[in-house]
């Protein structure tokens, strides 16, 4: 009997797509030769890749129609940018068609990215969001799986969407984790996460850990017949919940953690596998107790004092007003996750979100649809080694399916953000509006890390990449670099961002009265994003790759 074994990792991410479709099925979109390539990187000394990194591949899988995306973890790191992010989400929105008009459409996306592609930064970040978004909704039709074989692995934002997916198959090798060892040690410290410790790190976010904590669903050998062999099965066991709706499972586990000190791997299954009753944890009252951040304040000058839910001793605020639901992330002190304590998003953060949006969501099921009001100031994800371990990513990834779930349910969302939106953060709190309002002020950012860890990353000083963001503005970090790229609906100009008069606070309160009531006129995907004078102009590539893709498709 023959005992080899065929490599998926070896294989680069075109041979990887042939060898999971059916033999001489194999077809691809936005290949090389259509010359498609990012139109950002060569003013940044770049060479730019034929491809930008990602192979969109048609086919059929056993007999079906199914479209293979794998990502190239050998082109800048498997970053995403906007040619290859608009590949991805143009290759799924097309799938999602294809369902809806009865034909049934399965998608695959094999994963080798550290994330979003710093030199393309909002671009990136943009993109993800609409990948997000169209897993969401193509998984309503067919199972949309994750393959993670190795070498790289799964890392930021793109973490975010496989933490979305019906299913992920992994290797011992595949990793999956939102901040790569390396940011969290420049963010938090090597006491935190010591980068080199490349076997710790294994068996912290490594494949085994993954299966053990119920963030991967099958972990399979480095082996194409049984990747395939996995998929067979996954295809005949039907839909299934994703994770990320699984609210109350995953606070059940953080709500029955202690950390007086780190928790280890090991302990980590005991904790998950004894961890079958609900906790409530939600003794004290988060407005009191939070810090009165940029945000904090804009919730309680928008809730008019409404009562915040008396649930929550974690940093996320929560009340209704005038028949609208206001959530805001928000500095908390007493955090029992300490990297969350300064009002970035960690893991009970986004589970919450996800809890009351899908409270508004069961509440509506058979109503009007509420409108949910994000209210965005968030300095960045938690950086930290207990996030790693109990997967932030899986944290964000539930509070996107929330948002994301209610927008296409017909929920108005509205994000207004009013300080920093960065990252992860973002992505969870924020992105997955139907529209978007910001405040003209020069302490609303948005952007992918701090400055320090991109400059790391890119091996760049600061002072270079402040040059480069003057070349690029989606590296920029300002929100009017950020209105050029079509995305922000509106950035409110004349009102004081820390202290609003009564007359400011009211032209808010209009604003997001007028913008919900254009949403409900509206569709409820992204499609207006790419309609906007601003997307137009600087949104080219992304416009023209999902052209190129419908006229392949």
């Not at 994963?111 to 990948?131: H, K, M, P, W």
């Not at 009252?285 to 009165?292: F, K, P």
């Not at 904090?296 to 028949?323: H, I, M, P």
């Amino acid at each position: 009997m023959n005992t080899l074994k065929d490599s998926l990792v070896e294989r680069y991410a075109r041979d990887r797509v042939k060898a999971l479709l059916d033999e001489g099925s194999f077809r691809e979109l936005i290949g090389p030769y259509d010359g498609v390539e990012s139109p950002h990187l060569a003013d940044q000394q770049i060479v730019p890749q034929s491809d930008d990194g990602v192979v969109v591949g048609k086919g059929t899988l056993e007999g079906v129609p199914t479209v293979i995306i794998a990502i190239e973890g050998n082109f800048q790191g498997g970053g995403i940018g906007e040619v290859s992010g608009a590949k991805i989400a143009g290759a799924l929105e097309l799938a999602i068609e294809d369902n809806k008009k009865g034909k049934k459409t399965r998608a695959v996306i094999v994963f080798d990215t550290g994330g979003v592609r710093l030199q393309e930064a909002n671009y990136g970040l943009i993109a993800i969001s609409e990948i997000g978004s169209a897993i969401v909704e193509l998984r309503q039709y067919a199972p949309v799986i994750g393959i993670v074989p190795g070498k790289i692995g799964s890392f930021g934002g793109m973490s975010i969407n496989a933490g979305l997916l019906s299913a992920i198959i992994a290797t011992k090798e595949g990793r999956i984790g939102l901040n790569g060892p390396e940011v969290v040690e420049l963010e938090a410290g090597i006491e935190e996460i010591d980068s080199q410790d490349r076997q710790s790190i294994w068996g912290m976010i490594g494949g085994e850990q993954r299966l053990a904590m119920g963030l991967v669903d099958h972990l399979v050998d480095d082996d194409v017949d049984q990747i395939k062999n996995c998929l067979h099965q996954i295809y005949k066991d039907g839909l299934s919940q994703p994770r990320s709706s699984q609210v109350e499972r995953y606070l059940s586990l953080l709500n029955s953690i202690s950390l007086e000190e780190k928790v280890s791997p090991l302990k980590a299954r005991e904790l998950w596998s004894e961890s079958d009753e609900v906790h409530s944890g939600f003794e004290n009252d988060a407005s009191s107790q939070s810090e009165q951040t940029r945000g904090a304040k804009w919730f309680n000058l928008l809730t008019k004092g409404a009562e915040s839910y008396k649930r929550d001793a974690e940093s996320v605020l929560c009340a209704d007003q005038d028949g609208i639901r206001y959530l805001c992330v928000t500095a908390h002190p007493e955090a029992s996750f300490y990297r969350a304590r300064n009002g970035e998003l960690g893991l009970k953060e986004g589970w919450m979100l996800a809890k009351y949006i899908r409270e508004v969501i069961e509440a509506d099921r058979n109503g009007e649809k509420r409108p949910i009001v994000a209210i965005v100031d968030v300095p960045s994800q938690a950086y930290g080694y207990h996030e790693e371990l109990f997967g932030i990513h899986q944290a964000c990834a539930a509070s996107v399916d929330a948002y994301a779930t209610a927008r296409q349910k017909g929920h108005p969302i509205i994000s207004l953000v009013v300080g920093k939106a960065i990252s992860g953060a973002f992505l969870a709190h924020g992105l997955q509006a139907n529209r978007i309002l910001a405040l003209d002020d020069e302490g609303v950012n948005i952007h992918v890390m701090s400055k320090q860890s991109a400059a790391k990353i890119t091996r760049r000083t600061i002072p270079e990449l402040e040059e480069a963001t003057s070349k690029v503005p989606a590296m920029a970090y300002d929100i009017g670099s950020f209105a050029t790229l079509g995305t922000l609906d509106e950035l409110i100009k004349d009102v004081q961002a820390d202290q609003p008069t009564n007359d400011q606070v009211k032209r808010i309160e209009e604003k997001i009265s007028s913008t919900i009531d254009l949403v409900r006129m509206s569709q409820h995907d992204f499609s207006h994003r790419l309609k906007s004078d601003m997307a137009v102009e600087n949104r080219v590539a992304s416009i023209k790759v999902r052209k190129l893709l419908k006229e392949q498709w």
